[in-house]
């Protein structure tokens, strides 16, 4: 047996894993209190107590962590144009395990400027301009950067005939040169960006959350928990070498403030009278949708759905709705109780992932040209993915989680939102994917295995 510790210090509860590499088992989890306004490491500490009256003592060969602590990577990523450059930064922020809070657009303000200095963020994520195109916009918003009040890290990824130049106006800043996001028109470059994102993430954000008084702990921070999840959904998706992953899925973690949606798949039109409008989005995509969320995020929902919905799908009083939800919102810790709080609950959380899938998703519509009826695709058509992989506390310890599940698929209500038609629902029940994700940067036959034990096979015959 060699026993591998796994930590997700969340910004809520640290979570730990425990894993035999040599069998490709889980041996046991756990989790706890994150105490990252004192120190880390007691949080740590009692995870890994309340772990070992699951595994008893153990000793750790390799121990590794990702961390969302502390509400994340904060970041902003500013483009030339909203469709283009701008959906590009974005994509390549997202994708490094980034909490977007805004995507500017054309040259900043000085109201533009208030907010980023109000926001305060981790990083910025500066891009515009193909290649040898525009690059007045990304000059001018580098002198705006220029005079932040604090050295906030900016990673230049726009026009390669700019960047030196907005390495020259941000001097005396902290500044990474990366190669362009969109290097020519509509075609994407994002792996260098979020590669260098992660770095940062790594080198310096991690220091400043604190999480370095936990390096006598584990073996290093690799990498954010929204990157470590979707490393594993990838590796469940792709497989490794020569193991097989179970084909294109689409993955949603539903959390109490945010709720993270992912897909590993093509999602190119499905007929020759299909035209993508727009830029090709990456084969691994995140989104994430602050505004909705099972507590601190909950009226998001209800703005979201609609109290006539919510009251349908739950069977109580349309009237009920706003008070119920208004309930959740300000007792954040709340664990429904009661017959109607449990169908608020449920209802929510369907709300919450058709949603949320419907955003992630493309979306087609119908246009009459001269040559006949032609469909436009903006974004991802996964009608044809094979699998849904739910995770979260809220869904995985919901009492119908597979029912809850089944609002990420496709309606014919809706029949321009390109969500999975017949996916088969997966249930992460041990909640276990970031953790996947980190081993496989060590160990990736391990996780993709206890990935297929633990979650594609769960309930079924192998």
């Not at 959904?233 to 959390?255: A, F, K, P, R």
């Not at 349908?312 to 349309?318: D, L, T």
């Not at 955003?359 to 469909?375: D, F, I, K, M, N």
């Not at 849904?388 to 809706?414: C, D, F, P, Q, R």
Request: net charge negative; with cysteine; glycine share 10%.
């Amino acid at each position: 047996m060699k026993p591998v510790l796994l930590v997700d210090f969340g910004s809520t509860n640290t979570k730990v894993t425990a894993v035999d590499v040599d069998n490709c088992e889980i041996l046991g989890t756990a989790a706890a209190y994150t105490t990252v306004e004192t120190d880390i490491n007691n949080g740590l500490h009692d995870a890994i107590k309340i772990l070992e009256q699951t595994t008893g003592p153990l000793e750790y060969e390799e121990r590794y962590a990702c961390s969302s602590a502390a509400g994340g990577l904060k970041m902003i990523s500013i483009g030339l144009v909203p469709e283009l450059t701008a959906q590009a930064a974005r994509e390549a922020s997202l994708g490094a395990g980034a909490k977007v809070w805004k995507t500017y657009s054309f040259n900043l303000t000085k109201g533009d400027m208030k907010e980023i200095e109000a926001y305060h963020p981790d990083i910025i994520l500066l891009t515009g301009g193909t290649d040898g195109g525009n690059a007045e916009c990304i000059l001018y918003n580098a002198k705006m950067l220029s005079e932040l009040s604090y050295d906030c890290p900016v990673v230049l990824a726009g026009n390669r005939c700019a960047v030196d130049e907005c390495q020259e106006i941000l001097e005396g800043r902290t500044t990474y040169i990366c190669e362009n996001v969109m290097p020519r028109l509509g075609e994407l470059n994002i792996e260098p960006t979020q590669k260098q994102i992660r770095e940062v993430f790594l080198n310096r954000i991690v220091q400043g959350k604190g999480l370095s008084k936990a390096s006598d702990l584990v073996s290093g921070i690799i990498m954010p928990t929204p990157s470590a999840m979707l490393t594993a959904m990838e590796l469940l998706s792709d497989g490794w070498e020569e193991h097989q992953g179970i084909g294109e899925l689409v993955g949603v973690d539903l959390g109490g403030a945010t709720t993270d949606v992912y897909s590993i798949a093509e999602g190119s039109p499905a007929n020759m009278a299909t035209v993508m409008k727009g830029i090709q989005e990456p084969y691994a995509k995140r989104s994430v949708e602050g505004d909705i969320g099972m507590r601190y995020s909950v009226q998001g929902i209800l703005e979201a759905v609609g109290d006539r919905r919510l009251a349908q799908i739950a069977g109580v009083n349309r009237q009920k709705v706003a008070g119920l939800v208004e309930y959740l919102a300000t007792h954040t810790d709340y664990i429904p109780d009661n017959e109607e709080m449990e169908k608020m609950d449920f209802a929510l959380a369907c709300g919450a992932v058709e949603t949320a899938v419907a955003r992630h998703a493309g979306s087609l519509e119908q246009v009459y040209t001269p040559c006949g009826l032609t469909y436009l695709q903006s974004g991802k058509d996964l009608r044809r993915v094979k699998y849904v992989v739910v995770t979260g506390g809220a869904l995985i310890h919901a009492k119908h989680t597979e029912e809850i599940a089944k609002y990420a698929l496709y309606k014919e209500s809706t029949p321009g939102s390109l969500r999975p038609e017949n996916a088969e629902i997966l249930i992460d029940r041990k909640y276990i994917l970031a953790a996947m994700g980190l081993l496989s940067q060590h160990y990736p036959e391990a996780a993709l295995e206890i990935m297929k034990k633990e979650i594609a096979y769960y309930g079924h015959q192998e």
